[in-house]
C-alpha cells in the first residue's frame, strides 16, 4: 500500500456525461500528479499540483480539469466524455519540492469506461 | 521537454535467465531515473531510481546502470523468476522549462519469464 488513496475504482458512464476522480496523497505530500493510462498504453502525464498551485500540464484535453484543495485532495473532473477516455487514470503524490529529487508514489487508480 | 524512448516493448526469456531493459533520454539536465514494476490491473510501483551522480546502483537481483554521456540507462535483473512477469516502464524526470519534477515515461517493456 503506497498510502496513496483514489476513489471511485470503478466507474462506468456514458458519452457525454461528466465525472470526477478523487485522490487523497500520501500524509505529509505536497505534490499530486495525474495519470492517463489507456489500454496497452505507457502512463500519459495530465498534470500537477502542488500545495493548490498548478505547476505543470501534460497532454491535458481542454474538457478536462483539475484541482487540489487546501486539505491537499485533488480531484480530477472529465467533461463531455467520449469513448476514447476509457482509461486507467492514476494519481501519484511526492513530498519533495518540484525540482527536488522526488520519489512519486502512485495511487490504485481509477478505470473509467465510457460506453 | 524530455523524450523517454524505451526497448524493448516485449522481452521473454526462460526462469533463471537474465534481463536487461534499456532506455534513451533527451534532455542532458535530468538527473533522477526511476524504474516502475506495474503488474496487470494493478499501479506501478517503484523498484529501484538512480540519480545522476552515480553510475550503477544494485538492490539484490535488480541492478540500474547510468551513461550520463550517451544519455541513456537499464534495467537489469538477474535469476529471473516467474513473478518478476510484468511491465516495466523507466522515467526521467524533467528539468527545464514549465514542467520541472515532472517523470516522463516510456512506453514500457512487457516481461514474460517462462517457467
Known amino acids: 500500500d503506497s498510502g496513496v488513496t483514489q476513489t471511485p475504482k470503478h466507474l462506468i458512464t456514458a458519452t457525454g456525461q461528466r465525472v470526477t476522480l478523487r485522490c487523497s496523497p500520501r500524509s505529509g505530500d505536497l505534490s499530486v500528479y495525474w495519470y492517463q493510462q489507456s489500454l496497452d498504453q505507457g502512463l500519459q502525464f495530465l498534470i500537477h499540483?502542488?500545495?493548490?498551485?498548478?505547476?505543470a500540464k501534460g497532454n491535458i484535453l481542454e474538457r478536462f480539469s483539475a484541482q487540489q484543495f487546501p486539505d491537499l485532495h485533488s480531484e480530477l473532473n472529465l467533461s463531455s466524455l467520449e469513448l476514447g477516455d476509457s482509461a486507467l487514470y492514476f494519481c501519484a503524490s511526492s513530498g519533495a519540492l518540484a525540482g527536488g529529487l522526488n520519489e512519486q508514489f502512485f495511487g490504485p487508480g481509477t478505470r473509467l469506461t465510457v460506453l | 521537454g524530455e523524450n523517454v524512448e524505451q526497448h524493448p516493448s516485449t522481452l521473454s526469456v526462460q526462469e533463471g535467465d537474465s534481463a536487461v531493459i534499456k532506455c534513451t533520454y533527451s534532455?542532458?539536465?535530468?538527473?533522477?531515473f526511476p524504474w516502475y514494476k506495474q503488474e496487470l490491473g494493478k499501479r506501478p510501483q517503484l523498484i529501484i531510481d538512480i540519480r545522476s551522480n552515480v553510475g550503477e546502483k544494485k538492490d539484490q537481483r535488480i541492478a540500474v546502470t547510468l551513461n550520463k554521456t550517451a544519455k541513456h540507462f537499464s534495467l537489469h535483473i538477474t535469476e529471473t523468476q516467474p513473478e518478476d512477469s510484468a511491465v516495466y516502464f523507466c522515467a526521467a524526470k524533467e528539468e527545464r522549462g514549465g514542467s520541472q519534477g515532472n517523470l516522463i515515461f516510456g512506453k514500457g517493456t512487457k516481461l514474460s519469464v517462462k517457467p
Open positions: 534532455d542532458s539536465a535530468s538527473n533522477y
Open positions: 499540483y502542488y500545495n493548490g498551485e498548478e505547476r
